[in-house]
């Protein structure tokens, strides 16, 4: 089925990776159904994408960490919006860089509640429809620090290592029932994920690309798009997408810092 006949979810859609999600799925004429905690930025994003691409949007405010929540906000969807082609689990978060024996409760709490737990609420709730209709897709954003480890950076790497297995676990567990599961893992990206790593230091944030060419949200978007339209028999299972300038997660090239 063309993108253009499919309702496509993308959670965490009110910055960077999933804006351009959306951006994207919108270009290519698909239905929308938007979500994040922030709903001044939905409500402006739905509008925008409705105004520029003639599409179809619903927005809405969701906390994915909120199970209960979760479960509501999908089952008073609209008729018309209940049946979900493609889940785009794309909310998520880093907090701080303290080694782990310093880290924060607080911190390692929002992290494993939102990248593991979230993408497990919305997962739970949406399958048992897509199973029902034998077809479907599931497209997680995991994470270059889902394959490897980072000083600092024990408990985000093990969120995202977590979505690596929970990736393959349901890959395995949704073997025959049409549905696919793939994940697209980027390397460093430049959205607000940095700002947000360091409470809001922005300057502290801006450090991480000096003197490197990151990706930009609409390079990944371009990824996950690219995973969602391959032919119903092809499963893209597995991307791991990286800026030129990155070879692992500490190797980085900074060729022009003085410049
Ligand atoms: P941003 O901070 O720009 O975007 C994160 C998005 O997630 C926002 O829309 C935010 O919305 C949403 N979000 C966070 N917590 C919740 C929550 N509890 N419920 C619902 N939505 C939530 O960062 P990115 O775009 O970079 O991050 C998107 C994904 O990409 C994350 O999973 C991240 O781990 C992953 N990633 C990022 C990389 C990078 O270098 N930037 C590299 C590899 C992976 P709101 O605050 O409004 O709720
Ligand atoms: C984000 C990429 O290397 O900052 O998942 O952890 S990294």
Same mark, same amino acid.
């Given at each position: 089925m063309p993108l253009s006949q499919q309702t496509v979810l993308v959670t965490? &859609?009110?910055?960077g990776i999933g804006k351009a999600c959306a951006e994207a799925f919108a270009t290519a004429g698909a239905r929308l159904l938007i979500c994040a905690r922030r709903a001044d930025r939905i409500e402006e994003l739905a509008a925008s994408l409705q105004t520029e691409f003639g599409v179809q949007v619903h927005g809405f405010a969701l906390d994915v960490r909120d199970r209960a929540a979760t479960e509501a906000a999908f089952a008073k969807l609209p008729e018309e919006w209940? &049946? #979900? *082609? #493609? #889940? +785009?689990?794309n909310a998520g978060l880093s907090r701080g860089l303290e080694p782990l024996h310093q880290g924060s409760y607080q911190d390692w709490d929002e992290m494993l509640d939102t990248n593991v737990k979230g993408l497990l609420n919305v997962s739970r709730t949406l399958l048992p429809a897509m199973i029902e209709r034998g077809a479907g897709q599931v497209i997680n954003i995991g994470s270059i620090a889902g394959h490897e480890v980072y000083p600092g950076g024990a408990v985000y790497c093990a969120s995202k290592h977590a979505v690596d297995a929970i990736t393959r676990g349901l890959r395995i567990d949704l073997n025959g029932t049409g549905v696919r599961v793939s994940t697209v893992d980027p390397g460093? +990206? *430049?959205?607000?994920f940095s700002n947000v790593r360091f409470h809001g230091d922005d300057s502290r944030a801006s450090q991480t690309y000096v003197g490197m060419t990151p990706l930009t949200g609409a390079d990944v978007a371009a990824t996950v798009l690219w995973v969602a339209s391959? @032919? @119903?028999? +092809?499963? &893209? &299972?597995e991307i791991l997408l990286l800026p030129t300038d990155q070879a692992s997660c500490t190797l980085v090239h900074r060729d022009n810092q003085e410049k």
């Open positions: 965490g &859609a009110s910055s209940q &049946a #979900i *082609d #493609i #889940i +785009v689990n460093l +990206v *430049d959205t607000e391959r @032919p @119903p028999h +092809v499963n &893209a &299972a």
